[in-house]
């Protein structure tokens, strides 16, 4: 029976790492760091009160409350142990350390870099952690192989096995422009520094028009009518 492993950077039988591994890890060491800082802050807000004194053997230390009176006896001290909280500061700046650190290894995940191919960008990444660009390529490349062994179980001729191809367009963020940014580029196109294209890109991504820019040049042009 053929098996096709799929992994996050390559189709491998071993086990990768997994993807937002380094990102979960900084987030756990936040929750724990948390835990010290929020409990320093209680401690900061409620001192412990303390005492010091010899009652005698008909006496009792009365409780504290605010409608209630401490009964210490001759020469008897009462105080609070005041928390300082000095290292408050170093544990929010730490909890804050790890929330960038698990912000910036988000970010490595989901960066696309769709300007290499498969191979290049798992060579270039070897020896560095998965991102979701690689978890996509190598899935379709293991969804890819899979449909060649069907091609194998349907007796196709090899020229069309080798022929199957699957591939998956790994873009994972849109580009948006909106009324702000298409006034910046229009001053900008019309005081000619910048292409015609970018112009037409823009009014493209902002969801203006559909049209190609040969199609908004005639336009301009007046070689269209309204109605086309």
């Given at each position: 029976?053929?098996?096709?492993?799929?992994?996050?950077?390559?189709?491998?039988?071993?086990?990768?790492?997994?993807?937002?591994?380094?990102?979960?890890?900084?987030?756990?060491?936040?929750?724990?760091?948390?835990?010290?800082?929020?409990?320093?802050?209680?401690?900061?807000?409620?001192?412990?009160?303390?005492?010091?004194?010899?009652?005698?053997?008909?006496?009792?230390?009365?409780?504290?409350?605010?409608?209630?009176?401490w009964n210490?006896?001759?020469?008897?001290?009462?105080?609070?142990?005041?928390?300082?909280?000095?290292?408050?500061?170093?544990?929010?700046?730490?909890?804050?350390?790890?929330?960038?650190?698990?912000?910036?290894?988000?970010?490595?995940?989901?960066?696309?870099?769709?300007?290499?191919?498969?191979?290049?960008?798992?060579?270039?990444?070897?020896?560095?952690?998965?991102?979701?660009?690689?978890?996509?390529?190598?899935?379709?490349?293991?969804?890819?192989?899979?449909?060649?062994?069907?091609g194998r179980?349907?007796?196709?001729?090899?020229?069309?096995?080798?022929?199957?191809?699957?591939?998956v367009e790994?873009?994972?963020?849109?580009?948006?422009?909106?009324?702000?940014?298409?006034?910046?580029?229009?001053?900008?196109?019309?005081?000619?520094?910048?292409?015609?294209?970018?112009?037409?890109?823009?009014?493209?991504?902002?969801?203006?028009?559909?049209?190609?820019?040969?199609?908004?040049?005639?336009?301009?042009?007046?070689?269209?009518?309204?109605?086309?």
């Amino acid at each position: 029976i053929p098996l096709v492993f799929l992994g996050s950077t390559d189709n491998n039988a071993d086990t990768d790492e997994i993807p937002l591994l380094t990102m979960a890890k900084a987030a756990l060491k936040s929750y724990q760091l948390s835990a010290d800082y929020y409990t320093s802050l209680h401690y900061t807000s409620h001192p412990q009160p303390w005492i010091a004194a010899d009652l005698g053997e008909d006496e009792q230390f009365s409780v504290s409350g605010p409608m209630a009176a401490w009964n210490v006896g001759k020469d008897g001290k009462v105080g609070y142990l005041e928390f300082q909280g000095a290292g408050i500061e170093a544990n929010r700046t730490a909890m804050q350390d790890q929330r960038n650190t698990a912000l910036e290894a988000g970010a490595r995940v989901i960066d696309a870099g769709a300007d290499e191919s498969g191979e290049a960008r798992k060579a270039r990444q070897s020896d560095q952690h998965t991102s979701l660009y690689s978890v996509v390529v190598t899935a379709a490349e293991g969804i890819e192989q899979l449909l060649r062994y069907f091609g194998r179980w349907l007796n196709l001729p090899q020229a069309d096995i080798d022929a199957i191809t699957f591939k998956v367009e790994p873009e994972f963020t849109k580009a948006e422009i909106d009324a702000a940014m298409m006034g910046i580029v229009r001053d900008l196109r019309l005081a000619d520094e910048v292409p015609q294209a970018v112009l037409f890109e823009s009014l493209r991504k902002a969801g203006v028009t559909n049209l190609a820019d040969q199609d908004l040049l005639a336009l301009l042009d007046g070689q269209v009518t309204d109605d086309e």
